[in-house]
C-alpha cells in the first residue's frame, strides 16, 4: 500500500513560483555567437571578416529569432566573394532590411494583434522609454503586460531591467506604434518606476 503523502500549501505555492514561468526565446552569449558563426564558415567553406561577426551581434543583441534570420543573410552575401568584407555587409544589410521590413514586423504583429488592448498600449509606452529598471514593477496588472511583451520575444529581462530583445526589433516597432515626427524623435533613455505603462 502506498503511503500518502501530504503536500503543504506552502510547498504549492514553492512548486507554481517555479514552474510557472513566462517562456520567452533564449539569449545567445557573445562567445555563443562566434562559435555559431566560425561553424557557419566552416560547413559552407565561407570567410566573414571579424567585423562582420561582431556587428550582426551588435543587431541581434543574442536574439535567437534574429541569430538565424542575419546568418543566413550572410551565407547569402558571401556566396561569391571571397571574404564579406564589412563594407558590402552593411550596404547590403540595409537594402535588405528595407526590403524585408513588413515580412519580418507581421510574424509579431500577428501576435500583438490576439493580445488586449492594454497590452499594445504597454508597448506604445515602452517604445517612447526604451528600457525599464525590473525592481520597479510592483502590481500584477503592470507584471502580467510585461509578461505578455517576453512571450511574443519583444523585450528580454536583462539584469535588473527589462529591454528590447534587439535593435531589430526596436527600430520594426517603433516605425509602426511610435513613428518618428519631421523634427525628430525625443526619446528618454529610461523611466524610474512603473507607475505610467498601464495606467
Same mark, same amino acid.
Given at each position: 500500500?502506498?503511503?500518502?503523502?501530504?503536500?503543504?500549501?506552502?510547498?504549492?505555492?514553492?512548486?507554481?513560483?517555479?514552474?510557472?514561468?513566462?517562456?520567452?526565446?533564449?539569449?545567445?552569449?557573445?562567445?555563443?555567437?562566434?562559435?555559431?558563426?566560425?561553424?557557419?564558415?566552416?560547413?559552407?567553406?565561407?570567410?566573414?571578416?571579424?567585423?562582420?561577426?561582431?556587428?550582426?551581434?551588435?543587431?541581434?543583441?543574442?536574439?535567437?529569432?534574429?541569430?538565424?534570420?542575419?546568418?543566413?543573410?550572410?551565407?547569402?552575401?558571401?556566396?561569391?566573394?571571397?571574404?564579406?568584407?564589412?563594407?558590402?555587409?552593411?550596404?547590403?544589410?540595409?537594402?535588405?532590411?528595407? +526590403? /524585408?521590413?513588413?515580412?519580418?514586423?507581421?510574424?509579431? @504583429?500577428?501576435? %500583438?494583434?490576439?493580445?488586449?488592448?492594454? *497590452?499594445? &498600449?504597454?508597448?506604445?509606452?515602452?517604445?517612447?522609454?526604451?528600457?525599464?529598471?525590473?525592481?520597479?514593477?510592483?502590481?500584477?496588472?503592470?507584471?502580467?503586460?510585461?509578461?505578455?511583451?517576453?512571450?511574443?520575444?519583444?523585450?528580454?529581462?536583462?539584469? +535588473? /531591467?527589462?529591454?528590447?530583445?534587439?535593435?531589430?526589433? @526596436?527600430?520594426? %516597432?517603433?516605425?509602426?506604434?511610435?513613428? *518618428?515626427? &519631421?523634427?525628430?524623435?525625443?526619446?528618454?533613455?529610461?523611466?524610474?518606476?512603473?507607475?505610467?505603462?498601464?495606467?
Amino acid at each position: 500500500m502506498m503511503k500518502e503523502t501530504k503536500v503543504s500549501q506552502d510547498e504549492r505555492d514553492l512548486y507554481w513560483n517555479l514552474t510557472v514561468q513566462v517562456i520567452v526565446a533564449s539569449d545567445i552569449t557573445a562567445e555563443q555567437h562566434k562559435v555559431f558563426f566560425m561553424q557557419i564558415q566552416k560547413v559552407n567553406n565561407l570567410q566573414f571578416e571579424p567585423d562582420v561577426v561582431s556587428d550582426v551581434f551588435s543587431r541581434t543583441q543574442g536574439y535567437a529569432g534574429l541569430e538565424g534570420l542575419l546568418a543566413l543573410l550572410c551565407i547569402e552575401f558571401a556566396v561569391n566573394m571571397p571574404t564579406l568584407m564589412m563594407k558590402e555587409w552593411t550596404t547590403r544589410f540595409q537594402e535588405q532590411h528595407s +526590403s /524585408k521590413r513588413v515580412s519580418i514586423l507581421q510574424h509579431i @504583429l500577428r501576435d %500583438l494583434e490576439s493580445m488586449e488592448q492594454e *497590452v499594445v &498600449q504597454c508597448l506604445e509606452q515602452f517604445l517612447e522609454f526604451g528600457e525599464m529598471p525590473r525592481p520597479t514593477i510592483n502590481d500584477d496588472k503592470t507584471e502580467l503586460m510585461f509578461g505578455h511583451l517576453r512571450a511574443l520575444g519583444i523585450i528580454v529581462e536583462r539584469g +535588473s /531591467k527589462y529591454e528590447f530583445t534587439s535593435n531589430i526589433v @526596436l527600430d520594426l %516597432l517603433s516605425n509602426k506604434y511610435y513613428p *518618428v515626427p &519631421q523634427h525628430g524623435m525625443q526619446r528618454v533613455a529610461s523611466i524610474p518606476d512603473a507607475a505610467g505603462f498601464c495606467s
